[in-house]
């Protein structure tokens, strides 16, 4: 025993920053920026719009272009530090006496997955007919081919700058400090007074908290547009930046990417506190942070991020059990050191779930939102249509609108200058006024007694009705035949079938996901090989799909601009071929990681449990959550981790 407790802790490589070399301090410096800083960047900003979003809706062009407050310098920070770190990497191999070895790398089956991936979407980039999407990403995203790419150089220097224990807690420290100045500001926003606000809210639990503090730095003084999709610009205000979510979004573009970001960190932070040495305030640090982290996943009530974290603590407690009776199996008879150590982390256990429970108890906001998401767990399997829009039906002549309220009909057997419109009862619209409000195209203001204020607008043959803060748009030909208009203004023939696969009567599963899944499925056979193209999600969507819309997702305008699951982005955006290496990437580290920590566990074995949960935690969550430039760097990075000291546990003889 005592020989096996002088080699083992023969292994640890002890390091300080006076061993590190200039080279070394560029990457660490790199690091801090990239997943240090970028993921609190929060700047608004007014672009040209995107050539090819042209085909999405008609009202954007290019004088009034497109908004962004989350992505666009994240991106654009992110892909700067990734030049910059390859001409490091190129000078570095100029200019030393390293050598790459390219025979050794050919043979290794993630080398070569990458390579793939790398190959795949870059060629689906040129052959994609939009060109300009696939390589700057698509408004509000911007997740083009570089900044794929850029993943891949974050990957490559987190593995290439964990050569010991200390680095990989700088690697730690990095994020424990960034998630802690994210975790304040969705505290701010869980309290009612978000410091990217411009309005006012009284709310008990945050009086005195400076409410708005940083909305002057994000607009930079610039005038917003007031059409903004994920959050409000109110002009009426004076521009002041109103974010739209009433949960935790943090700096991270909105509450599933909170959510998906907290729940990932804390599966980290928990199991490598755990199995820190006792005595270390960093354990305490590991594990207050995995606490807080938690509160801001319940605070964004985000589901996907709850599943991940379940899934991640079933993993963590499981090996824990496995290594627990290893131990005791090659201890002596006579110690109660394992046990010891077991009944601590058992006690802590315990005492973290009182916590939990007080806190749920006697925190009426904490109670309400994790109420919310067991209802939203409850509502993805048991779904329900609660949308006041239900259906749409056309027959020559006829449209009717199916709404909560009952169906509004519309009549144009008359022609468009004689429409007709009738209530559920049957009984016709009270005809008020003619009125111009643009002094261009006059508006017919009607009066209904299930819908309150109907108006309808005509240009030419074309027209839209607007209802209950509701929108139809149609178009009436020369044999006063109705057909339903897209949000471009084009004919949509409803009556023809759209592609789907699957969730056949369960389309309004896990909010609508269902429908937006079926829909999607079809494209994989379009992208077996290649895909349309990095961050053309949107463009390859059959956005034509008014009905659908409309029945599931409440909006038959709305754009789907994300599938709502990683796999599928990535498979419609760089094809099947580019899904399956990732796969193999992801499942190499998961499975090898498993292997080796019920095998032969080392005096790492804490930080390497807490870098599997943290991986494992995203990889579940992303079944319901996309990739961002604000959470993915941070996952790369700490799947880079993980295969760096994966790498240095193999090296000292821990596998």
């Known amino acids: 025993m005592k020989n096996y407790k002088h080699k083992k802790k023969a292994r640890i490589i002890e390091e300080t920053f006076a061993d590190f070399k200039a080279r070394d301090f560029f990457i ?11 993921p609190l960047i929060v700047r608004y900003v007014k672009l040209p719009t995107n050539p090819d979003e042209l085909q999405l809706i008609k009202s954007i062009n290019f004088d009034e272009g497109s908004d962004d407050l989350f992505a666009y310098y994240k991106s654009g920070c992110l892909i700067a530090a990734a030049v910059l770190l390859c001409f490091f990497y190129i000078y570095r191999y100029f200019t030393s006496n390293m050598s790459f070895k390219w025979k050794t790398a050919v043979k290794n089956p993630v080398v070569i997955a990458f390579g793939i991936y790398i190959f795949t979407a870059v060629l689906s980039v040129a052959l994609s007919q939009f060109k300009h999407t696939s390589i700057y990403g698509i408004s509000q995203r911007y997740e083009g081919i570089f900044a794929l790419l850029t993943y891949m150089v974050i990957f490559y220097a987190v593995f290439d700058f964990v050569k010991s224990r ?13 998630s802690f100045i994210i975790s304040l500001i969705g505290l701010s926003q869980f309290f009612g007074r978000d410091v990217f606000a411009g309005y006012y809210t009284n709310t008990e639990l945050a009086k005195g908290f400076p409410q708005g503090l940083l909305a002057p730095f994000v607009l930079g003084g610039t005038e917003p547009d007031s059409t903004m999709s994920y959050y409000n610009i109110v002009k009426e205000y004076g521009g002041d930046l109103a974010p739209a979510f009433k949960d935790i979004y943090a700096t991270l573009y909105n509450p599933n990417c909170a959510g998906l970001y907290a729940a990932m960190l804390a599966s980290l932070f928990l199991f490598t506190g755990l199995y820190w040495p006792k005595g270390k305030k960093f354990k305490y640090v590991l594990l207050s942070m995995s606490a807080l982290l938690c509160f801001i996943m319940v605070g964004a009530k985000s589901s996907g ?3 991940g974290f379940a899934v991640a603590i079933v993993i963590g407690l499981v090996l ?11 201890a002596n008879p006579t110690s109660e050191t394992g046990y010891a150590s077991m009944t601590a982390k058992g006690l802590g256990f315990a005492a973290a779930i009182i916590c939990a429970a007080v806190i749920i108890l006697f925190v009426p906001p904490v109670r ?7 209802y939203k767990f409850y509502a993805y399997t048991n779904p329900e249509n609660t949308f006041f829009l239900q259906d749409l039906r056309i027959e020559d002549q006829t449209v009717e609108i199916e709404t909560k309220s009952g169906s509004l009909t519309i009549d144009s057997s008359r022609g468009i200058g004689d429409l ?3 209530d559920p009862d049957g009984s016709p619209l009270t005809y008020i006024e003619t009125a111009m409000p643009d002094r ?8 209904s007694s299930a819908f309150g204020d109907v108006l309808v607008q005509r240009i030419l043959n074309k027209a839209s009705i607007q209802f209950s803060g509701e929108i139809f748009l149609f178009s009436v030909d020369e044999n006063n035949r109705i057909t339903a208009l897209n949000n471009r203004d084009e004919p949509v023939d409803i009556s023809m079938e759209v592609p789907s696969i699957g969730f056949e ?4 599963f896990a909010s609508g996901r269902g429908y937006i899944w079926s829909r999607s499925l079809p494209l994989v056979f379009d992208n077996l090989v290649l895909g349309s193209g990095p961050d053309t999600y949107a463009l390859a969507f059959p956005q034509n799909d008014i009905v659908g819309k409309l029945r599931y997702l409440g909006n038959p305008y709305i754009t789907v601009d994300k599938p709502h699951n990683y796999y599928l982005q990535v498979c419609v955006n760089t094809g099947l071929v580019s899904l399956l290496a990732l796969l193999f990437i992801f499942a190499a580290y998961v499975f090898r990681t498993i292997f080796s920590l019920i095998k032969a566990p080392d005096e790492n074995f804490g930080l390497r449990l807490g870098l599997l949960a943290g991986i494992c935690s995203y990889l579940v969550s992303s079944l319901a959550t996309d990739s961002t430039v604000s959470v993915s760097p941070v996952f790369w990075a700490i799947l880079g981790l993980g295969y760096g000291v994966e790498a240095l546990s193999k090296k000292a003889g821990g596998l």
């Open 440 to 447: 261009q195209n006059p508006v017919d203001y009607y009066k």
């Open 305 to 307: 991020g709850l599943l």
């Open 320 to 330: 824990s059990i496995v290594h627990f009776l290893r131990r005791q199996a090659n």
């Open 166 to 178: 200390f680095r990989a807690k700088l690697v730690l420290c990095i994020l424990l400090t960034s």
């Open 420 to 422: 007709v419109f009738y």
């Open 368 to 374: 309400n939102n994790l109420e919310t998401m067991v």
């Open 28 to 38: 660490f410096i790199m690091l801090v920026f990239i997943i240090g800083i970028i």
């Open 505 to 508: 009567g369960y389309e309004l």
